[in-house]
């Protein structure tokens, strides 16, 4: 089955570094996804991208489809303390009765203020 | 008001004890899913259900099993609760039509088999 490589797997920066994570696999998806979890609650999504190459953003964050379909990375300009949490990513593949959703494993967002 | 909740919030229980987690959604998604968490695992997928008549097993049922009452309900069992199933569960909703299909996570529900 399909697995997702997510990198890295935790990461402490200073309030206002620029944050990059990224997730690769060996299967083509279709959907690429992006969440955060805070601490004590479920994953929120931030970003979905559709198309190979597409790039997203949302405020602070920036989001691309990589044109081979198999990666895809996520960025956090000037971060905030707010921003701590873990990301993760997820990829789908099929839809209708075929539909399926795998995710990586996740990066641990602390941040120093 | 949350879209997904989920109930308890936090359940400590017994070993051989049975427990039932319920998750409601006011989505109107036909799709729902049981995940659980655990440090460094990320979320792995115990059941789903594309329907109120459609159950598929993920890729850790063992040991669980689930209802879904109805569009809006899905609950997970646990029937012998045993300590290596302490963890973080999460229920979520989808809906296959549109464009992509995202899933909506519930709070979660945190479990201590003790």
């Known amino acids: 089955g399909q697995q997702l490589n997510q990198s890295p797997q935790s990461m402490f920066i200073q309030e206002g570094e620029d944050v990059s994570m990224n997730c690769t696999s060996s299967s083509i998806f279709n959907t690429w996804l992006w969440y955060k979890q805070d601490p004590g609650e479920g994953p929120v999504l931030l970003i979905a991208l559709y198309k190979a190459g597409e790039l997203t953003s949302n405020g602070r964050l920036t989001a691309q489809f990589g044109i081979t379909r198999k990666d895809s990375f996520l960025n956090i300009s000037a971060s905030i303390p707010s921003d701590v949490g873990i990301y993760f990513c997820?990829?789908?593949?099929?839809?209708?009765?075929?539909?399926?959703?795998?995710f990586g494993k996740g990066t641990l967002l602390t941040v120093n203020p | 008001d949350a879209d997904v909740t989920q109930t308890p919030r936090n359940r400590i229980t017994k070993t051989g004890k049975r427990i039932m987690l319920e998750c409601s959604q006011t989505?109107?998604?036909?799709?729902m899913y049981w995940y659980r968490q655990d440090p460094g695992l990320g979320l792995r997928l115990i059941y789903y259900?594309?329907?109120?008549?459609?159950?598929n097993k993920g890729e850790i049922s063992d040991g669980y099993s689930v209802s879904r009452q109805a569009q809006a309900k899905f609950s997970l069992s646990l029937e012998s609760a045993i300590p290596n199933q302490t963890a973080l569960y999460f229920c979520a909703t989808s809906d296959p039509r549109g464009t992509g299909e995202t899933q909506y996570f519930g709070p979660g529900t945190r479990l201590l088999v003790l």
């Open positions: 259900s594309f329907d109120v008549k459609d159950i």
């Open positions: 997820a990829g789908q593949v099929g839809g209708g009765s075929n539909y399926k959703l795998t």
């Open positions: 989505k109107g998604h036909d799709r």
